[in-house]
């Protein structure tokens, strides 16, 4: 099993291009979600999924668009890249239903600039 | 709202010495909580859980972590520190949020304890 697979792990954009960053899972996950890591802050949740066909928002979801059609695939949009957006974006993908003992399985990260 | 703290941005200690890497937490019922590990341009690691059950629980790597209610602390230890052991600790907890049928899950974490182990 490949796990959580997260591409590309670095990309550079121009403030106000737009990008789709890919996460995808092999472990039949329902829950997929999308943190960003920023220095002094810990991980903050931008969006999250409990199943194909829903998604809601985390603590920071401003700038950001998410879709899941299938259960593997949970991409993260930036709409219009802007210099605070500059991160290390993490996703992750648990099981859910009545467990909630279920540890998190996260991807390497995505190193993403923004000049 | 849940929340986790961890009060000590780095800890530092001496290989073979004990470590402890403090973390307290808030929550309405019972809590889910959870460490995990951070190695230099990796994703984070699983490292232990607490549900239930006894308060002394054991993880990867030979850590454990000690649950204790009336402090609303979950601190994670090691007997014996290993240079290997230096990273970025993060203590997590999970929001309990019901969404229909489904349990929506949300993992939370404190600001995370970078833990240097000297030679």
């Known amino acids: 099993n490949a796990g959580v697979t997260q591409t590309p792990k670095f990309q550079v954009l121009k403030t106000g291009q737009s990008m789709t960053l890919q996460c995808a899972q092999d472990?039949?996950?329902?829950?997929m979600s999308w943190y960003r890591q920023d220095p002094g802050m810990g991980l903050r949740l931008i969006h999250y999924?409990?199943?194909?066909?829903?998604?809601d928002q985390g603590e920071v979801p401003n700038g950001y668009n998410v879709s899941r059609s299938t259960t593997e695939d949970f991409p993260l949009r930036l709409l219009s890249a802007a210099p605070s957006q500059t991160s290390v974006y993490f996703c992750?993908?648990?099981?859910?239903?009545?467990?909630?003992?279920?540890?998190?399985?996260f991807g390497n990260g995505t190193r993403l600039t923004v000049t | 709202a849940q929340s986790v703290a961890q009060p000590e941005d780095q800890v530092n200690v001496a290989e073979g010495n004990p470590l402890t890497v403090k973390c307290t937490y808030s929550?309405?019922?019972?809590?889910?909580l959870f460490w995990y590990v951070q190695y230099p341009n990796r994703g984070l690691q699983f490292l232990l859980k607490?549900?239930?059950?006894?308060?002394l629980v054991k993880g990867s790597y030979g850590f454990e972590a000690e649950f204790n209610k009336s402090q609303t602390s979950f601190h994670l230890k090691k007997p014996s520190a290993l240079v290997s052991d230096s990273a970025l600790y993060f203590c997590?907890?999970?929001?309990?949020?019901?969404?229909?049928?489904?349990?929506?899950?949300?993992?939370?974490f404190g600001q995370g304890t970078t833990l240097q182990v000297k030679p």
């Open positions: 607490y549900i239930t059950g006894d308060n």
């Open positions: 999924s409990v199943g194909a066909g829903i998604t």
């Open positions: 997590a907890v999970r929001d309990i949020l019901r969404r229909g049928s489904s349990n929506t899950g949300k993992l939370i």
């Open positions: 472990m039949n996950h329902e829950y």
């Open positions: 929550v309405s019922g019972n809590p889910y």
């Open positions: 992750a993908s648990s099981y859910t239903g009545s467990s909630y003992n279920s540890p998190l399985h």
